[in-house]
């Protein structure tokens, strides 16, 4: 099991931007995927980005596409996630997740087995 730290949410004002953070802990290795996922109040966790490990191929959620960016850094084996021009409706807690399986799910919760708290990120209009 992989421990991961979300950083960088916060309360922002709508257009502005944001990067999150993610960083593992303690026992660690490469995944396959790596991604970021949100939650808003009364609505079920849904994805907003990931990155594939050895060749860095990124996707988005349409919501996102234009505006987020997925990035990862070898080194540190930490993702981060890019947000700009935020809107209202990005407000959620913002979940970074690893796939340590080979899976084709690298979209979907069901591909992710590695989690972590979240980071709270609130735009305001």
């Known amino acids: 099991q992989v421990h991961l730290v979300e950083s960088g949410g916060g309360l922002v004002q709508a257009g502005d931007s944001l990067r999150l953070s993610c960083t593992p802990s303690g026992r660690t290795f490469s995944p396959y995927f790596m991604g970021w996922f949100r939650q808003a109040p009364g609505k079920e966790r849904e994805f907003v980005a990931s990155?594939?490990?050895?060749?860095?191929?990124?996707y988005y959620a349409d919501s996102g596409k234009g505006r987020f960016s997925i990035s990862r850094d070898k080194a540190n084996l930490s993702v981060d996630l890019q947000m700009n021009r935020l809107k209202p409706e990005d407000t959620a807690i913002y979940y970074c997740?690893?796939?340590?399986?080979?899976?084709?799910?690298?979209?979907?919760?069901?591909?992710?087995?590695?989690w972590g708290q979240g980071t709270q990120v609130t735009v305001s209009s």
């Open positions: 990155i594939s490990w050895s060749a860095g191929d990124t």
């Open positions: 997740a690893f796939a340590t399986k080979p899976t084709y799910y690298y979209h979907d919760t069901e591909g992710f087995d590695n």
